[in-house]
T-cell receptor, first 112, second 115 residues
Framework: QKEVEQDPGPLSVPEGAIVSLNCTYS??????FMWYRQYSRKGPELLMY????GNKEDGRFTAQVDKSSKYISLFIRDSQPSDSATYLC????????????FGTGTRLKVLA | AAGVIQSPRHLIKEKRETATLKCYPI?????VYWYQQGPGQDPQFLIS???????DKGSIPDRFSAQQFSDYHSELNMSSLELGDSALYFC??????????????FGPGTRLTVL
């Protein structure tokens, strides 16, 4: 079993919809939680970086972390066709030079 | 803002050949990470360097080696290439300065194809 599980999708939604992307994990030592957006054949782009449990909002994006359930979410409000990409969650046990463990990514398609 | 630079962007090699991938981190970043991403797969951590010293090692084959130089750029050397080495290779960088988290910023990747 992978340390980080993520539904691969694809997830298709109409423009303007609220999108919910999720990851579950098994390692309770994870403390830092990230969301990346990756367009086809491009490098992952950091969207959100959060520490421990709670919510963090940045524009149309909201990240939620529930460490008790080992569950994290990314919400995208007012989704746009330009949001169509693969969304990867990533986790780390600490700050510093620690490696990231990634989920497999969820492919999102926002239909105009 | 300056980003992570990787070269070459595309590389085609034959089996048993060698390849060298280069990574130039964001200015003032002192840590470099290498990841391998196969088709439809998540990025898998290979190796990282902090201040020119290896800081962590993941699923990097013995045929691969890497180093970080005095100007903080890094090179991933891959020998005896196999078909299964075909993948996107990403470099990421971060700063361990005071007050910094470990946000890793990724480069555009090098697409390696082994024929």
């Amino acid at each position: 079993q992978k340390e980080v599980e993520q539904d691969p999708g694809p997830l298709s939604v109409p423009e303007g919809a609220i999108v919910s992307l999720n990851c579950t994990y098994s390692n309770s030592a994870f403390q830092y939680f990230m969301w990346y957006r990756q367009y086809s054949r491009k490098g992952p782009e950091l969207l959100m970086y959060t520490y421990s449990s709670g919510n963090k909002e940045d524009g149309r994006f909201t990240a939620q972390v529930d460490k008790s359930s080992k569950y994290i979410s990314l919400f995208i409000r007012d989704s746009q066709p330009s949001d169509s990409a693969t969304y990867l969650c990533a986790m780390s046990v600490s700050s510093g030079t620690y490696k990231y463990i990634f989920g497999t990514g969820t492919r999102l398609k926002v239909l105009a | 803002a300056a980003g992570v630079i990787q070269s070459p962007r595309h590389l085609i090699k034959e089996k048993r050949e060698t390849a060298t991938l280069k990574c130039y981190p964001i200015p003032r970043h002192d840590t470099v990470y290498w990841y391998q991403q196969g088709p439809g797969q998540d990025p898998q951590f290979l190796i990282s360097f902090y201040e020119k010293m290896q800081s962590d090692k993941g699923s990097i084959p013995d045929r691969f080696s890497a180093q970080q130089f005095s100007d903080y750029h890094s090179e991933l050397n891959m020998s005896s290439l196999e078909l299964g080495d075909s993948a996107l290779y990403f470099c990421a960088s971060s700063s361990q300065g005071q007050g910094q988290g470990n946000e890793q910023f990724f480069g555009p990747g090098t697409r390696l194809t082994v024929l």
